[in-house]
Each structure stands twice: as C-alpha cells, then as structure tokens.
C-alpha cells in the first residue's frame, strides 16, 4: 500500500471548516484513500473513503485531486468534539489491513 | 447498541501471568481484528480472522494466540505476561475487509 504524509498537528478555531491535507503521490489506481480519526482514549472512528470522486457524508468531505495524489479531508463546522488524532490510509478496497500512521492531531479551539 | 464490544475495558496484573480480552461484534461482520497501540500511540495490527479463520499473523510472539469461537467474537489469550506487552489492544470488525470498526480498546498494564 502506498505511503501518506501529514501535518503533524493543526488548530482550528470551533465553528470554522477544518480543512485536512494528505499526500499520497506513489498511490496506484486500485489503491483508496480512507479516513479515520481517534478521539483520546478511545477507538478509532472509520469517516469516510474515496478513489477518485469527491466523497460527502454526515460527518466529512473528501477531495482528491485530479491526478490523486493528494487529498483534503473537511470538517464543514468543526465542535470542540471533533479534537482527534485523523489519520489518512491509502489501501485497495479490500486490502488486507489498515496501516495508521502518527495521522494529524486536529485542536479545535474555542 | 453497542456495535463493537471489548472486557475488560482496564487489566492490570503481573509478570508471567496469563489472561485473555474479550471481543464481541454485533454488526454481522465476518472479519475481525486485533490491535496494539503502545505508548507511542502508534496502532498495529496483530492478527485478522475471516470467517474463524486466521488471515493474518504479524510477527506477533507465539504467547499471544487469538481464538474465534464464531464470526461475532474473537478472542485474545496472552502467555506469560511481559512488561512490553503493556499496551491499549484493540478489537475491530469489517465485512469482507472494507472499512473497519473499531471497539473502545483495553488498556493493559503490566507490573
């Protein structure tokens, strides 16, 4: 599966969109990107997944470039509730497991 | 309801001692997972079952055997408890192995 990298940490202020990048430049065609993020103390939180369409549901966006070798993850109206560790995972869809990385530690301030 | 279960939440015990974290998915998934996240924060995989059967060994020491009784639980027995073992291990569930959920963790600890 292919490597990601992300921002270690990022603060956004409560209310605002929270806007997450991740580089995936050696991702192949069959590989996904996912998005997951653990809030302190407890499991992580599978939020969304894509391959090359903009992706929406309840909790998020995703945007993957054109030539997917990045993408954005957005939390429209981030809530203090949304400060987690997000992890970004390249993976084919139905990859054998799941490699987290250090992710990105989202602060949502007041 | 909860969708992913995991007993204990905490576990504290002793060196050399033996003991097994329960897990229990309610979601008619037929893989599960286990976890280790060590004091790094970093999450690892250990071992995935499909359907009771063993998919995926990581280099994981033999005193760690996990035990499907049935496509809802998977179990995990650790020998011979050490002081590195001492982790939060996590249980999680997928169909087939599309996106997985995960259980609340327990938290070893080791003395």
């Known amino acids: 599966d292919a490597k990601t990298t992300q921002p270690t940490s990022m603060d956004c202020a409560e209310g605002r969109a929270a806007n997450l990048p991740c580089n995936h430049s050696t991702i192949s065609g069959n590989e996904y990107v996912y998005w997951y993020r653990q809030i302190h103390s407890q499991g992580p939180q599978y939020i969304i997944h894509?391959?090359?369409n903009n992706e929406t549901n309840e909790m998020a966006s995703l945007i993957i470039t054109e030539d997917r070798k990045s993408s954005t993850l957005i939390l429209p109206h981030a809530t203090l509730r949304d400060t987690a560790v997000y992890y970004c995972?390249?993976?084919?869809?139905?990859?054998?497991?799941?490699?987290f990385g250090p992710g990105t530690r989202l602060s949502v301030l007041p | 309801d909860t969708a992913v279960s995991q007993t204990p939440k905490y576990l504290v015990t002793q060196m050399g001692n033996d003991k097994s974290i329960k897990c229990e998915q309610n979601l008619g998934h037929d893989t599960m997972y286990w976890y280790k996240q060590d004091s790094k924060k970093f999450l690892k995989i250990m071992f995935s079952y499909n359907n009771k059967e063993l998919i995926i060994n990581e280099t994981v020491p033999n005193r760690f055997s996990p035990k499907s009784p049935d496509k809802a639980h998977l179990n995990l027995h650790i020998n011979s408890l050490e002081l590195g073992d001492s982790a939060v291990y996590f249980c999680?569930?997928?169909?087939?192995?599309?996106?997985?959920?995960f259980g609340p963790g327990t938290r070893l600890t080791v003395t």
């Open positions: 999680a569930s997928s169909y087939r192995t599309s996106e997985q959920y």
């Open positions: 894509g391959l090359k």
């Open positions: 995972i390249v993976r084919v869809l139905y990859g054998q497991n799941f490699v």
